[in-house]
């Protein structure tokens, strides 16, 4: 029953998703008919179906309503974890109790968990109880091709409302938090004499507090592709749980030195040291995944009518997402249960090693195997791959499990022994510190390769398959060896698709309340505009790429930060060839002028600046935008920054028709797009640059109706998130939105007309 037992809570969890119409209904019908035959089975299944997508139902149900939007919130909770950036506090509370202050408002009892900002918030602990007064919006992040999905990684932790702390009313604190072994541990590792970076590893590898690893320790991890060595996972709980199981068998072999063998309290106390650990290190989904497939492990190791290696994989894979359904969206349970397949494939039926050099060509030819394997995963999850993983590997992996990991947990259990667990910790700051400089030389020589979004699928599959090859038993070596050497040189000439000449691809990004257009033909990238930022000092641009990337020119329409604030990040990890800007502006850089009648040709591509004038002095800053017309093949590309109405009116006779494409002025705004502009214009499809559950109500409801009126087909990021469009090909104007929204494609008109005003 493992497998069916595994693939019904997956089938759970994916309906429970989904959630197709009549779901119920069909889930009862098909009930009742088992009961009747007496298909006991076959109703334990649909029952553990049912416990699944009732679980992800009632997370889903659980989302902020968008009627609650902007209102005052009474919320009650639990601190589980507090992450300070500089004056901004980052709250992750359990809800306990939430009431609207207006009581005409809808209810949000059913709230579980809620991520928060405080800023300037006075000493909060986790585990601490507090009332505050809080203002929510629905979870949601931005989309954009290849970043990290900010959306779905608040779904999969479970937290169903974003927002803030108000300050009036005062947040009061409720109780203190209550005592519990592993803060009382992080305590005392605060209180010894060890230099700040062992401090936060010891914290890291041997109690799970990742959360005190700073941005550049992760930077650091995420570079070199160990990762999984600081997050605790099967590897610290398997340690703990073999060194209990080797010294408690020791000790029934001098106890009982004829029945030793048959001793099962050794396997208990395993599975016991396992559990605690686990529960010590916070029992967060990572640890409690790594302790189920342990106790799984221990059963299949103790061989009393033990399960198979792959029953026991489908059993931990069902017992954990059975216990938590939302894991099944957690790309570390992926990683985790890809590695493991690939070990039984690797050891199953081959002799067991003996001596040592046996071993240690056995553990260095399964890290080789296991290399392609989890860069392809990591590759389809994070859209990264550490170029130096594989070799890192091959010695921080022995290293941290052999060394560090035993050396910090050894320290804990002669902690009450004057000096014996300061020498094992100084033991374990140089070993640290021997990590780390390992991690950054490699870092240095090999450092972290973002592939372009294209790029992705091809390469994770190739690497993949290269896995397979080595990992399946039963394949010649001639087949193995000439089938890696023709996918080798395939990886390595794999290269980004670049337009045609003449080609233009227009990307609009999804940067909230901001704007930030990426214009890119086959040699030459402008941006117009760097996107907002905001109060925490975040830049949404610098999640769009890695550092080190060049752009020939950058626009910035005019001064206001959401449409300058990622100058200063372009500036400081990018490569600009110039920057340009309304005259009177400033943007925090030396840029030249756009004035009107400014014209280049790029690939084909034709650029012209439509406004502003000479003299700027009478305007204000959004009527001094620049605005930018764009040429490829028979499209065109308008876009008008800021400027208002009577401006649109002053350039609207210099616009060559007919525009495919319009970026509507100041986000949608009843300022702007009007209707001269639209009438004159007619753009064949309209995009709107604003932030989802924004305060502004972009687009206007007026704007929206006058560009339907012209017959425009209308975008918005807030909905669709990023649009990319191709221009200057001959066959019709191609397009993407990385959200593709199903009422969309049911609408009556088409992909057209979906947009809402949102006053």
Same mark, same amino acid.
């Given at each position: 029953?493992?497998m069916?037992?595994?693939?019904?809570?997956?089938?759970?969890?994916?309906?429970?998703?989904?959630?197709?119409?009549?779901?119920?209904?069909?889930w009862?019908?098909?009930?009742?008919?088992?009961?009747?035959?007496?298909?006991?089975?076959?109703?334990?299944?649909?029952?553990?179906?049912?416990?699944?997508?009732?679980?992800?139902?009632?997370?889903?149900?659980?989302?902020?309503?968008?009627?609650?939007?902007?209102a005052?919130?009474?919320?009650?909770?639990?601190?589980?974890?507090?992450?300070?950036?500089g004056?901004?506090?980052?709250?992750?509370?359990?809800?306990?109790?939430?009431r609207?202050?207006d009581?005409?408002?809808?209810?949000?009892?059913?709230?579980?968990?809620?991520?928060?900002?405080?800023?300037?918030?006075?000493?909060?602990?986790?585990?601490?109880?507090?009332?505050?007064?809080?203002?929510?919006?629905?979870?949601?992040?931005?989309?954009?091709?290849?970043?990290?999905?900010?959306?779905?990684?608040?779904?999969r932790?479970?937290i169903?409302?974003?927002?803030?702390?108000r300050?009036?009313?005062?947040?009061?604190?409720?109780a203190?938090?209550?005592t519990?072994?592993?803060?009382?541990?992080?305590?005392?590792?605060d209180?010894?004499?060890?230099?700040?970076?062992?401090?936060?590893?010891?914290?890291?590898l041997?109690?799970?507090?990742?959360?005190?690893?700073?941005?550049?320790?992760?930077?650091?991890?995420?570079?070199?592709?160990?990762?999984?060595?600081v997050?605790i996972?099967?590897?610290?709980?398997? #340690?703990?749980?073999?060194?209990?199981?080797l010294?408690?068998?020791?000790?029934?072999?001098?106890?009982?030195?004829?029945?030793?063998?048959?001793?099962?309290?050794?396997?208990?106390?395993?599975?016991?040291?396992?559990?605690?650990?686990?529960?010590?290190?916070?029992?967060?989904?990572?640890?409690?995944?790594?302790?189920?497939?342990?106790?799984?492990?221990?059963?299949?190791?103790?061989?009393?009518?033990?399960?198979?290696?792959?029953?026991?994989w489908?059993?931990?894979?069902? #017992?954990?997402?059975?216990?938590?359904?939302?894991?099944?969206?957690?790309?570390?349970?992926?990683?985790?249960?890809?590695?493991?397949?690939?070990?039984?494939?690797i050891?199953?039926?081959?002799?067991?090693?003996?001596?040592?050099?046996?071993?240690?060509?056995?553990?260095v030819r399964?890290?080789?195997?296991?290399?392609?394997l989890?860069?392809?995963a990591?590759?389809?999850?994070?859209?990264?791959?550490?170029?130096?993983?594989?070799?890192?590997?091959?010695?921080?992996?022995?290293?941290?499990? #052999?060394?560090?990991?035993?050396?910090?947990?050894?320290g804990?259990?002669l902690?009450?022994l004057?000096? #014996?667990?300061?020498?094992?910790?100084?033991?374990?700051?140089?070993?640290?510190?021997?990590?780390?400089?390992?991690?950054?030389?490699?870092?240095?020589?090999?450092?972290l390769?973002?592939?372009?979004?294209?790029?992705?699928?091809?390469?994770?599959l190739?690497?993949?398959?290269?896995?397979?090859?080595?990992?399946?038993?039963?394949?010649?070596?001639?087949?193995?060896?000439?089938?890696?050497?023709?996918?080798m040189?395939?990886?390595?000439?794999?290269?980004?698709?670049?337009?045609?000449?003449?080609?233009?691809?227009?990307r609009?990004?999804?940067?909230?309340?901001?704007?930030?257009?990426?214009?890119?033909?086959?040699?030459?990238?402008?941006?117009?505009?760097?996107?907002?930022?905001?109060?925490?000092?975040?830049a949404?641009?610098?999640?769009l790429?890695?550092?080190?990337q060049?752009?020939?020119?950058?626009?910035?329409?005019?001064g206001?930060?959401?449409?300058?604030?990622?100058?200063?990040v372009?500036?400081?990890?990018?490569?600009?060839?110039?920057?340009?800007?309304?005259?009177?502006?400033?943007?925090?850089?030396?840029?030249?002028?756009?004035?009107?009648?400014?014209?280049?040709?790029?690939?084909?591509?034709a650029?012209r600046?439509l406004?502003?004038?000479?003299?700027?002095?009478?305007?204000?800053?959004?009527?001094?935008?620049c605005?930018?017309?764009?040429?490829?093949g028979?499209?065109?590309?308008?876009?008008?920054g800021?400027?208002?109405?009577?401006?649109?009116?002053m350039?609207?006779?210099d616009?060559?028709?007919?525009?495919?494409?319009?970026?509507a002025?100041?986000?949608?705004?009843?300022?702007?797009?009007?209707?001269?502009?639209?009438?004159?214009?007619?753009?064949?499809?309209?995009?709107?640059?604003?932030?989802?559950?924004?305060a502004?109500?972009?687009?206007?409801?007026?704007?929206?109706?006058?560009?339907?009126?012209?017959?425009?087909?209308?975008?918005?990021?807030?909905l669709?998130?990023?649009?990319?469009?191709?221009?200057?090909?001959?066959?019709?104007?191609?397009?993407h939105?990385?959200?593709?929204?199903?009422?969309?494609?049911?609408?009556?008109?088409?992909?057209?007309?979906?947009?809402e005003?949102?006053?």
């Amino acid at each position: 029953m493992a497998m069916p037992l595994a693939l019904a809570a997956l089938v759970g969890v994916g309906l429970g998703r989904w959630a197709p119409s009549g779901l119920f209904e069909a889930w009862s019908l098909c009930l009742l008919f088992l009961v009747a035959r007496g298909e006991w089975r076959a109703v334990a299944l649909g029952a553990v179906i049912a416990f699944a997508a009732s679980q992800v139902l009632l997370a889903q149900g659980a989302v902020l309503p968008d009627g609650l939007l902007r209102a005052d919130l009474a919320l009650e909770g639990r601190i589980e974890s507090v992450e300070k950036e500089g004056r901004l506090s980052r709250l992750m509370v359990r809800v306990d109790a939430c009431r609207p202050w207006d009581s005409a408002r809808l209810p949000c009892d059913s709230l579980r968990r809620v991520r928060l900002s405080y800023f300037e918030a006075p000493e909060i602990e986790p585990g601490e109880r507090w009332a505050m007064t809080v203002r929510l919006r629905p979870p949601a992040g931005f989309a954009n091709p290849g970043t990290f999905d900010y959306g779905a990684w608040l779904w999969r932790e479970g937290i169903q409302a974003t927002g803030y702390v108000r300050s009036e009313p005062a947040a009061e604190r409720l109780a203190a938090a209550p005592t519990s072994l592993r803060q009382r541990a992080l305590g005392y590792l605060d209180e010894r004499q060890l230099s700040p970076q062992t401090r936060r590893w010891l914290a890291a590898l041997t109690l799970g507090a990742s959360e005190r690893l700073g941005r550049d320790d992760w930077d650091l991890l995420n570079a070199s592709g160990t990762t999984h060595l600081v997050v605790i996972s099967g590897l610290h709980v398997g #340690l703990v749980a073999t060194f209990v199981l080797l010294a408690s068998r020791a000790l029934a072999r001098l106890v009982v030195p004829r029945r030793w063998r048959m001793a099962v309290w050794p396997w208990w106390l395993s599975g016991v040291a396992a559990v605690g650990y686990a529960w010590l290190a916070g029992l967060q989904p990572p640890a409690m995944r790594a302790m189920i497939m342990t106790l799984v492990g221990l059963w299949v190791a103790s061989g009393r009518h033990a399960p198979g290696p792959w029953q026991a994989w489908w059993l931990a894979l069902g #017992l954990v997402v059975l216990l938590d359904p939302l894991s099944a969206w957690r790309p570390g349970l992926w990683l985790s249960f890809l590695a493991v397949a690939l070990l039984i494939l690797i050891w199953q039926g081959r002799p067991r090693p003996r001596g040592v050099s046996g071993w240690g060509w056995g553990l260095v030819r399964t890290q080789l195997l296991l290399a392609p394997l989890m860069a392809a995963a990591v590759l389809l999850a994070f859209a990264r791959l550490a170029p130096a993983a594989p070799l890192v590997n091959l010695v921080a992996v022995p290293l941290v499990s #052999l060394l560090l990991v035993p050396l910090g947990l050894l320290g804990w259990l002669l902690a009450p022994l004057p000096y #014996l667990g300061d020498w094992c910790w100084w033991l374990f700051e140089y070993a640290a510190r021997l990590l780390v400089g390992l991690l950054e030389l490699a870092v240095e020589r090999l450092p972290l390769w973002w592939p372009s979004p294209e790029q992705v699928l091809p390469l994770a599959l190739m690497l993949g398959l290269v896995a397979l090859l080595w990992a399946l038993p039963g394949l010649t070596k001639a087949l193995r060896l000439g089938a890696a050497l023709l996918l080798m040189p395939a990886m390595l000439g794999l290269t980004a698709p670049l337009p045609e000449p003449g080609v233009l691809r227009v990307r609009v990004q999804d940067v909230g309340q901001g704007q930030l257009i990426e214009l890119s033909s086959a040699n030459y990238r402008l941006l117009y505009d760097s996107g907002p930022s905001f109060a925490s000092g975040f830049a949404p641009l610098s999640s769009l790429w890695p550092a080190g990337q060049h752009f020939e020119e950058v626009m910035v329409s005019h001064g206001d930060l959401d449409h300058a604030g990622g100058v200063a990040v372009l500036a400081a990890e990018h490569t600009v060839g110039r920057f340009l800007a309304p005259p009177g502006e400033a943007i925090g850089v030396s840029f030249e002028s756009c004035r009107r009648g400014q014209a280049w040709q790029r690939d084909g591509v034709a650029y012209r600046v439509l406004w502003p004038p000479e003299e700027t002095e009478q305007l204000s800053s959004n009527d001094r935008s620049c605005v930018l017309e764009v040429t490829a093949g028979s499209d065109r590309l308008l876009i008008t920054g800021d400027v208002g109405r009577e401006i649109e009116r002053m350039f609207l006779l210099d616009v060559e028709l007919p525009v495919t494409l319009l970026v509507a002025g100041h986000h949608g705004s009843h300022t702007s797009s009007g209707p001269q502009l639209v009438q004159w214009v007619m753009p064949r499809h309209v995009i709107y640059s604003v932030a989802r559950h924004s305060a502004f109500g972009h687009p206007h409801d007026e704007v929206v109706r006058r560009f339907r009126r012209a017959g425009s087909c209308q975008w918005s990021t807030a909905l669709d998130g990023a649009v990319t469009f191709w221009l200057g090909r001959e066959e019709q104007v191609s397009l993407h939105a990385e959200r593709d929204m199903r009422w969309r494609r049911g609408s009556v008109e088409g992909r057209c007309h979906a947009v809402e005003s949102r006053q």
